[in-house]
């Protein structure tokens, strides 16, 4: 498999036409932007170093660099990309809602974030890195902070003493 996707990069790399080849958001020349080297670099940062930082808030920051730094029109349309039932990355790098809410989820996430950093350009363009970026996100719903201020809320439940239950 590693082998065939190889291949298949030189190839989609050795075409002129390239961008006419499937229909991977990353092939598409109106999507690609010139800054996403600079894009992965920041998100790498951010996912590799150990720092004080909990997996929630490097998260956070992750979101918050895609959507300064992705132009908005390609980022709408990654996002609406995301949850067409053919998408790979929904398939593949799927976590249901009940695990997402955990810490093992959310460092499954970051995990999986910096396995499609580490990718980049040995397997797939920098276009499709920042595209799986974004879809991967978006899948699990981290581009919504409303909903994730109401996630939190339900983790941290309030702690009511014993004499106010009687």
Not at 15 to 28: E, W
Not at 49 to 64: A, C, G, I, M, Q
Request: charged share 30%.
């Amino acid at each position: 498999m590693i082998e065939f996707m190889r291949r298949y990069t030189a190839h989609v790399q050795e075409t002129s036409h390239h961008h006419l080849i499937g229909s991977t958001p990353g092939r598409n020349p109106f999507l690609s932007t010139f800054d996403d080297k600079g894009i992965i670099e920041k998100v790498s940062t951010i996912v590799v170093e150990k720092s004080f930082l909990k997996s929630r808030e490097k998260l956070l920051n992750v979101v918050d660099i895609l959507k300064k730094n992705v132009e908005p029109s390609r980022l709408t349309t990654l996002r609406n990309m995301a949850y067409v039932p053919s998408n790979i990355l929904k398939v593949a790098l799927y976590l249901p809602k009940s695990e997402r809410k955990t810490y093992a989820g959310r460092l499954w996430i970051l995990h999986r974030l910096y396995q499609i950093v580490r990718m980049d350009s040995q397997y797939i363009t920098q276009k499709e890195t920042v595209d799986y970026l974004v879809q991967l996100l978006e899948i699990h719903g981290w581009f919504n902070p409303k909903k994730l201020r109401q996630r939190q809320e339900k983790e941290m439940p309030e702690r009511v003493s014993r004499r106010c239950r009687r």
